[in-house]
């Protein structure tokens, strides 16, 4: 044991000289940030937030360590953030609708005040799939399904955006669908496959194997233009259900009361990642649609977000 | 066929050796510190595959991943601890035999039966992966409800001592699981006005406690001994009928943990106590569990590491993780531009063929660097037990807070291994609490999500083959235990009532 001790020190010896310590200038220089993301690794967040990071990294010239702190619907993360300081050192994943946990989800007491928003660098469409064994082949034949609510609808977990996404598209075509709940994309998408759920609404990413392998059918996808991995499959909007847009936006944000300055320093440091033409490649085919927002916009769109997601809560939560 | 070839000059070309060599190294030694996991080392290292080319970083990170799920039998062996969850079957027979002194022949049992396992996987892997997949994507919803209900069964091998104390850990284990948010509707459950257990309990730091600080309790009982009561760690040489009667145990439990690891949501850990379990019911002598069979150790070590390869037949075929650090495996392919799926092997054959051919040599490249790690490690016997018992601690807390920095996991941790500590001594199991949890959480979900399916026409289910066999199954193995045991005890009731006679 005393010989692991002894090795496991020269290991993180030597991570840590590999690392470097430059001399101070920006905020974040020579320092460590940690990014709490608050799902598990390897799902879509994750990805996204990893593969941002390390040209946001080189750009800040600091250390970025990501952690994920998984469970509650992405709340166990958050309430992290908000348990620690507000320095500006420890920043969070963030999305459409964590700023209404406390109205969604029982238990949880943070809202929009307690987040300061840093910007955003993503918005993930979502591809609406059918199960080859459905039968449905384009969005006719799925509304015509939605029409009894026994077509199974399976979302990637409760009260994030999966289940928003299923409540504005029946509300844009006038249907209903069964909810069946998964914990992710790609395990609704095995389902899929085997034909157990009818309908699913991954995103890009998760959708690409199947699709590729003809093991399911892309009905529409739901940003305001055509996905280039997936060129194929129209939007919603196109199919004559105009104005339709419902995407994942994927941002970041810290303890409100973190030092302003320095979350504008990380949010421009995002937008030039977002520029990087190697990032924007390597994000495509990670199925990352990138799309920055910097600070002072998203603090606008930030509140915005949250009434609306509110409001749409409000609407319809007894379902 | 040239694809497969090609992946044999990229594995063999030096460099790529040495990462797979330098993988193992490292996640052995994260799979035998208790705390740390396989799934962290192959975390830890995924922001370094980035730079790498794609077919070394999955090298790299399949090295990582098979060196952790074997690193954990070393101190599931040496200490009682097992390093990962994955261990746990085999530390319930390791600690007799070095009690014993015979350290050395179960330690090379452990590497070997890894191996055997790991190799036979990666084997399954090259040869058969789109027809396993096939067989993957039967197992939906119902199935995967059986199949934790299947797992559950193996704690009534587990406590065949004392039933009642077994069956009830595992029935407050399954609440216990069941504390967060219920997986439809988010409704948290059993918070008790805790932010932090609105997630339900974190599995890996109550396995943690649970199975290091009740080790560490009892060396506190005597601090000034050693691990072993002989004195020596005894010699590692197997005698080759040895090895050759745990053949056909050795490929049932490979076989088992192939199957275990194709399954979403159940990975090596389960893998292992299914081996154990069924090791036992073939075994001549079962009464022998428990007190050193070398026949346990063998089972759980060559399921678990048959689980490595099994995880990634669903990535690489079907685009779904088997296991936790196999999500990890896809992020890391994402990233990379590999995308895991039915076209997979068309696309990207040179680095698919890489990785697989390399999995074969990683797991027997882990013999020598398993044997190394034994050689050295089990010079910690020779530790007196106040040194290693902190030793423990220390790690089992540093453990816990790295994987999410959250000191309330630390005080769970704790919690568990006092509670652990407190069954053990009252003679109640503690293995059936690691098993629901483990099954736990995916049990509700996969019935959460059947009951919605089959609303009102649950008998429907019996009309999915795999579904009524698995049913069959289980039934099976919940009663056949129950009768051998009554069997047993007439046997010797009617052996006592003869020998009165005479």
């Known amino acids: 044991m005393r010989k692991t001790c002894i090795a496991i020190v020269l290991v993180l010896a030597l991570i840590v000289s590999a690392m470097g310590i430059a001399s101070a200038e920006g905020f974040y220089e020579g320092k460590t940030v940690e990014v709490i993301v608050p799902w598990k690794e390897g799902g879509g967040a994750d990805v996204a937030c990893r593969l941002i990071l390390e040209y946001v990294k080189a750009e800040l010239n600091c250390n970025i360590t990501v952690i994920n702190v998984t469970g509650g619907g992405g709340s166990i993360g958050l309430n992290q953030l908000l348990s620690g300081d507000a320095d500006g050192m420890t920043l969070a994943y963030i999305a459409n609708t964590d700023t209404n946990g406390n109205i969604m989800l029982d238990g949880v007491t943070y809202g929009l005040e307690d987040f300061a928003p840093v910007a955003r660098f993503a918005a993930d469409p979502h591809v609406i799939v059918a199960s080859n064994a459905s039968g449905i082949k384009n969005l006719e034949d799925l509304i015509a399904a939605g029409q009894d609510g026994k077509t199974l609808w399976g979302i990637g977990g409760a009260w ?43 995103f890009v990413s998760e959708a690409l194997p199947a699709l590729d392998a003809n093991e399911a059918v892309g009905i529409a996808i739901t940003s305001a233009e055509r996905n280039p991995q997936l060129p194929d499959v129209p939007t919603v909007a196109e199919l004559g259900y105009e104005g339709f847009e419902s995407t994942m936006w994927r941002g970041f944000a810290a303890k409100a009361g973190a030092p302003e300055e320095a979350l504008k320093e990380f949010a421009e440091a995002v937008g030039r990642a977002c520029g990087n033409a190697e990032f924007i490649e390597k994000a495509a085919k990670a199925g990352v649609t990138v799309d920055y927002m910097g600070y002072d916009d998203f603090q606008v769109y930030f509140a915005e977000n949250h009434e609306a997601v509110k409001a749409a809560y409000e609407a319809n939560k007894d379902q | 066929m040239a694809d497969i070839l090609l992946g044999f000059t990229n594995v063999l070309q030096p460099m790529n050796i040495l990462i797979c060599l330098g993988g193992l190294f490292v996640g052995v030694l994260f799979g035998a510190l208790p705390g740390f996991s396989a799934t962290m080392a192959v975390a830890i290292f995924v922001p370094f595959t980035y730079v790498m080319e794609p077919g070394a970083a999955l090298l790299l990170l399949s090295a990582l991943y098979c060196g952790g799920v074997f690193g954990g039998s070393i101190p599931a062996v040496l200490v009682g601890i097992p390093g990962t969850p994955a261990s746990a079957p085999t530390a319930l027979e390791g600690k007799a035999l070095v009690r014993k002194g015979e350290a050395g022949r179960a330690l090379h049992h452990v ?159 389960i893998a292992a106590f299914m081996a154990y379990n069924e090791a036992k019911k073939a075994s001549k002598h079962p009464e022998k569990f428990g007190s050193g069979a070398v026949e346990g150790i063998v089972a759980s070590e060559a399921g678990n590491n048959g689980a490595t390869g099994g995880s990634l037949i669903p990535l690489l075929t079907l685009g779904i993780p088997g296991s936790a650090p196999a999500a990890i495996f896809l992020g890391a392919m994402i990233i990379h531009g590999i995308r895991p799926g039915p076209t997979l092997f068309s696309q990207h054959a040179s680095v698919v063929y890489t990785m697989i051919i390399g999995f074969i040599l990683i797991n027997l490249l882990m013999y020598i660097v398993g044997m190394i790690y034994c050689k050295f490690g089990s010079l910690i016997l020779y530790i007196p037990k106040s040194i290693l018992a902190t030793t423990i601690v220390v790690l089992a807390v540093v453990g816990t807070y790295a994987t999410s920095k959250s000191i309330f996991d630390v005080w769970v941790m704790f919690g568990a291994g006092l509670l652990g500590y407190l069954m053990q001594r009252n003679n109640f ?60 005890k007439n046997k010797k009731a009617k052996e006592a009532a003869e020998l009165k006679e005479q």
């Not at chain 1, 085997?194 to 991954?202: I, K, L, M, Q």
């Not at chain 2, 090259?126 to 409800?145: D, F, T």
């Not at chain 2, 649950?458 to 099976?476: C, G, I, K, N, Q």
């Open chain 1, 160 to 202: 994030t955006h999966w289940d928003f996404l299923k409540i504005e598209f029946e509300k844009a075509t006038g249907t209903s669908y069964k909810r069946l709940v998964y914990d992710g994309g790609a395990t609704a998408m095995t389902d899929i496959m085997n034909g157990d759920c009818t309908v699913a609404t991954p």
């Open chain 2, 111 to 269: 590497t070997l039966s890894s191996v055997f396992g790991g190799a036979l996987s990666a084997v399954a892997l090259l040869i058969c992966a789109p027809l396993l997949a096939q067989i993957a994507k039967m197992v939906g919803q119902p199935e995967q409800m059986m199949v934790a209900v299947f797992g559950l069964s193996v704690v009534i091998m587990l406590s065949e001592d004392n039933l009642f104390k077994g069956v009830m850990v595992a029935i407050i284990s399954l609440v216990l699981a069941t504390f967060g948010q219920d997986p439809v509707q988010g409704f948290p459950r059993f918070t008790y006005g805790f932010k932090e257990l609105i997630g339900g309990f974190s599995v890996v730091p109550v396995l943690i406690g649970l199975f290091s600080l009740p080790e560490v309790f009892k060396m506190l009982e005597d601090p000034h001994g050693k691990m072993t009561e002989t004195g020596t760690v005894g010699s590692m040489k197997l005698p080759l009928k040895e090895i050759f009667g745990n053949l056909i145990n050795g490929i049932r439990s490979a076989v088992i943990g192939i199957c275990i690891g194709i399954i979403p949501a159940a990975g090596p850990d």
């Open chain 2, 429 to 488: 199991p503690t293995s059936p609490v690691a098993l629901a949890l483990l099954l736990g959480t995916n049990m509700e979900q996969s019935l959460a999500r059947t009951l919605t399916m089959y609303e009102g026409r649950m008998l429907d289910l019996f009309s999915r083959p795999l579904f009524t066999a698995l049913t069959l199954f289980t039934v099976f193995s919940f009663v056949y235990p129950l009768i051998k045991m009554k069997l047993r």
